[in-house]
């Protein structure tokens, strides 16, 4: 499975993130303008010493992204979404997308990922997970249909 982040905000998320795909031996693909430089502190630091390990690909935009891979399915995740991801029967080359911290997806590309998936919230205070949480609890869902844990 492959985690997309279209464009991240937050350093420590996505060193979170990385850190999360170098122990899953998931792809991690970075897509669009970053929130912070890749030689950034908090950024290794989160991913401490596993970032030798993290298969990272880093795409200048969307177009670039969804021409530089082999044709599979891609999920969006979103709080604009109407399904659950617990109904998705995951595949191997399954490629999980979410959005930035603050924005979220953008709105031209939720249009063209619909449906839509989303990790349900039982809470109103509360409009979204943060997302290296959002992305673990996704991911560890595709791994576990697939007998990888």
Known sequence: MEIVLVEPEIPQNTG????????????????????????DRYLKRAGLDYWPHVD?????????????????????FSSHGVESYTRIGFRDDDALVFGGESKGLPAALRDEM???WRIPIEGEAVRSLNLANAVSIVLYEGLRQ????
């Open 146 to 149: 697939l007998g990888r844990v």
């Open 56 to 76: 990272l690909v880093v795409h200048a935009d969307w177009p670039s992204f969804v021409a530089s891979r082999a044709p599979s399915r891609l999920f969006a």
């Open 16 to 39: 979170s993130v990385a850190r999360l795909c170098a122990a899953t031996r998931s792809r991690l693909h970075l897509v669009g303008r970053l929130g912070f430089s890749l030689e």
């Open 114 to 116: 619909a449906p839509l």
